[in-house]
């Protein structure tokens, strides 16, 4: 029983490329999201899904897109890398709404 | 909408001190679910207690207790005889149970709490 399983911990990317960061959970939660971490802002909400093919944005989904095509997988595209974006990104998930959530172990992301 | 507020920015102890951890709350929900999570040094966040809102008993764990008075919308998190591997930042977090905003984790900006031996 892995949790929930995030890919991968560290990446540099430069201004203007995409990229995909990864979230797999093998609990069968219903819910997922993605955060990022700043200093001194907490985490802050990018996008959620209460299940397989519902989506939602979050506090700060500009820049972002997901989707969740299976209940186990729940990816997180930057489309366009800004320095802004520069955080730490965590994915969560949980049984159901009044659940504790599991976090991955976050991933890093740099973009210069 | 939801909000969690931690008023205390940084906190610094010596070992075996006992601290509170403030968190203050604001939510139109009246089920609602509360959390504190600790992120230490190696960067996980580690789940700690959850709390629902109709259920105002105070909890302890050990060195840990939690007092979540409804009247103040504030859940708050003692630790007792303070010890170094306390040193984290911690999370306080909201979650509603209904409406448009169900699903969605609302964190606090965290407390860096420093536990000096």
């Known amino acids: 029983n892995a949790g929930v399983t995030q890919t991968p911990k560290f990446q540099v990317l430069k201004t203007g490329q995409s990229m995909t960061l990864q979230c797999a959970q093998d609990?069968?939660?219903?819910?997922m999201s993605w955060y990022r971490q700043d200093p001194g802002m907490g985490l802050r909400l990018i996008h959620y899904s209460v299940g397989a093919g519902i989506t939602d944005q979050g506090e700060v989904p500009n820049g972002y897109n997901v989707s969740r095509s299976t209940t186990e997988d729940f990816p997180l595209r930057l489309l366009s890398a800004a320095p802004s974006q520069t955080s730490v990104y965590f994915c969560?998930?949980?049984?159901?709404?009044?659940?504790?959530?599991?976090f991955g172990q976050g991933t890093r992301l740099t973009v210069v | 909408a939801q909000k969690v507020t931690q008023a205390q920015t940084e906190i610094s102890v010596v070992e075996k001190e006992d601290v509170t951890l403030d968190c203050v709350y604001e939510?139109?929900?009246?089920?609602?679910?509360l959390f504190w999570y600790k992120q230490p040094p190696s960067g996980e966040l580690v789940f700690l207690i959850r709390r629902n809102s109709f259920d105002e008993q105070n909890e302890i764990s050990g060195r840990y207790s939690w007092n979540f008075q409804k009247s103040t919308s504030s859940f708050n998190f003692t630790i007792t005889a303070s010890q170094v591997v306390d040193s984290a930042v911690y999370f306080c977090a909201l979650r509603d149970a209904g409406g448009t905003s169900y699903g969605k984790l609302t964190f606090g900006q965290g407390t860096i709490l420093t536990v000096h031996p």
């Open positions: 609990m069968n939660h219903e819910y």
């Open positions: 939510t139109r929900d009246t089920t609602y679910y």
């Open positions: 969560a998930s949980s049984y159901r709404r009044g659940r504790e959530a599991f």
